[in-house]
């Protein structure tokens, strides 16, 4: 049977396509129908599950929840609910990797973890990961040009392209300095997966320590990683995420 959050996921992607309110009795109907004979008594459980799973939701996320639930119903509360950042991740969160394009799943989504990230922790910020390709960044020099601009004391670059064409292995690049621009800074990098049931394999699999050996110097400035997803984790997800980073950090000490 699929996760709390995995069934409010759907229903919401079904109340804003048909714009229609979901309300708990027609909710607890069709969990009958779809759950299995040994599951279907707990379709009314599972329903108020996910009633609480919405009010939980829009309590935290305020005016960014596109949709409005008193506990029994749920429906759209937003004038272009199809151009709010929550039903963009929605979609991709759900939809067959095979119905996203590249654009979508990399630097659209990306985009917006940058700006979070932004909004989060101040500074300034770069989308590193691949495809980079740009107007504005021709070639993979250029994009690391502009980190070094963003943390001078990096050096020189010792790379002039990507290896095999994609990136140093992070999507995001935060930088907030001290009033002086010099180092210690706070910078923070982030790794971003859209698939709901393949995330582990993308978590934190490149240590830092392979982004800063594309320059002359280290960093030497206050670190912090991060990972985003377009969906909400649950506390078992999340666990397994903290405890690979913890893998791989333990493997960076070990291998330095």
């Known amino acids: 049977m699929k996760r709390i959050a995995e069934i409010a996921d ?14 708990i009795g027609g909710l607890k109907e069709e969990l009958e129908t779809a759950l299995s004979d040994d599951d279907a008594s707990k379709a009314e459980a599972i329903a108020q599950n996910v009633m609480d799973e919405f009010q939980s939701r829009q309590m935290l996320l305020l005016n960014a929840y596109p949709f409005l639930c008193d506990g029994y119903k749920l429906r759209l509360n937003h004038e272009e609910p199809a151009r709010t950042t929550y039903l963009f991740c929605l979609m991709l969160s759900l939809l067959p990797a095979s119905d996203i394009e590249n654009e979508q799943r990399a630097v659209q989504f990306e985009t917006i973890v940058m700006d979070a990230a932004r909004q989060f922790f101040g500074g300034s910020a770069l989308r590193i990961g691949a495809p980079w390709h740009s107007e504005d960044i021709p070639d993979y020099a250029t994009l690391l040009d502009k980190v070094i601009e963003l943390i001078p004391n990096l050096g020189l670059k010792l790379r002039v392209a990507a290896p095999g064409g994609g990136d140093a292995g992070w999507d995001v690049l935060i930088v907030k300095n001290f009033r002086d621009a010099c180092f210690p800074r706070m910078i923070a990098l982030g ?38 997803v377009p969906f909400a984790m649950d506390e078992d997800a999340r666990l397994a995420n903290w405890l690979q980073a913890k893998r791989d950090k333990a493997l960076e000490v070990t291998l330095v």
């Open 10 to 23: 759907a229903v919401e992607l079904k109340t804003w396509a048909k714009n229609q309110p979901v309300t």
């Open 191 to 228: 790794n971003c997966a859209t698939g709901r049931h393949d995330w582990k394999r993308k978590g934190m699999e490149v240590q830092p320590s392979f982004l800063w050996s594309f320059f002359s110097h280290e960093h030497r400035s206050v670190l912090l990683t991060f990972f985003a």
